[in-house]
């Protein structure tokens, strides 16, 4: 089942923060992070795959809470390179291999 | 190297016409993904194969569409016959799949457009 992201589109200016949440109805046991350029394919950021765990990528972090079965993006101090949108992909407990992706948010970054 | 490489990146065709879409995913990856982005729907999993092997093609919309992967190399994705609906952008991505992980590695997809 796929994940709900929200919001579905946020504008910034630059140097403002942003949060992206990802959630599910699922027992997960990984999240994905990816973001995808406009006409460009979707690149990986990170991969969380324990409850709690965060991690960090520049200014770019997640967190992941197993037992809500939520994850969040941060966006800190967001640079014009930041744009683009972010997917967060989930796998289920049962490790399939299949990582479903949710709808994306669309994330603009004002100069 | 060279990443997971897709052809054509464009396609145009007419309902009704086959369409075949082609993948070469990362040496030394095992596992290989193709998804259909469209606005409405985002990124579907079609289908995905291990060790060349299909294992889960529950994403595939309906028996018009069926993939191979002949090889650890290649694998295609066709259309037959092709609808204006199945018009959306293709990606083919690998990964090496490993205790803890599954990074994708996507292709830079094809633009599919059925008239």
């Known amino acids: 089942q796929q994940p709900v992201q929200s919001p579905q589109a946020v504008i910034l200016r630059e140097g403002e923060d942003a949060v992206i949440n990802c959630s599910s109805s699922?027992?997960?046991?990984?999240v994905h992070w990816y973001r995808q350029k406009h006409g460009e394919a979707p690149v990986f950021l990170m991969i969380?795959?324990?409850?709690?765990e965060q991690k960090g990528h520049d200014k770019i972090s997640a967190s992941f809470n197993e037992k809500k079965q939520q994850s969040s993006l941060y966006l800190t101090a967001s640079q014009l390179s930041y744009s683009g949108t972010y997917f967060c992909?989930?796998?289920?407990?049962?490790?399939?291999?299949?990582?479903?992706f949710g709808k994306g948010t669309r994330l603009h970054i004002l100069p | 190297d060279a990443g997971v490489i897709q052809s054509p990146r464009h396609e145009v065709t007419e309902m009704g016409q086959e369409v075949t879409l082609r993948c070469k995913p990362i040496?030394?990856?095992?596992?290989l993904f193709w998804y259909r982005q469209t606005m409405m729907r985002g990124l579907e999993l079609l289908i995905y194969?291990?060790?060349?092997?299909?294992?889960?093609d529950s994403g595939m919309p309906e028996d018009r569409f069926s993939a191979k992967m002949p090889n650890a190399s290649f694998s295609t994705l066709k259309i037959q016959p092709s609808e204006p609906r199945d018009s959306a952008v293709y990606f083919c991505?690998?990964?090496?799949?490993?205790?803890?992980?599954?990074?994708?590695?996507f292709g830079a997809g094809s633009r599919l457009t059925v008239l």
């Open positions: 991505a690998s990964s090496l799949l490993a205790v803890g992980a599954n990074v994708l590695t």
């Open positions: 699922k027992a997960l046991y990984s």
């Open positions: 969380l795959l324990k409850g709690g």
């Open positions: 992909g989930t796998e289920a407990m049962n490790r399939d291999d299949k990582i479903i």
């Open positions: 040496s030394g990856h095992n596992s």
């Open positions: 194969f291990n060790n060349n092997v299909p294992i889960d």
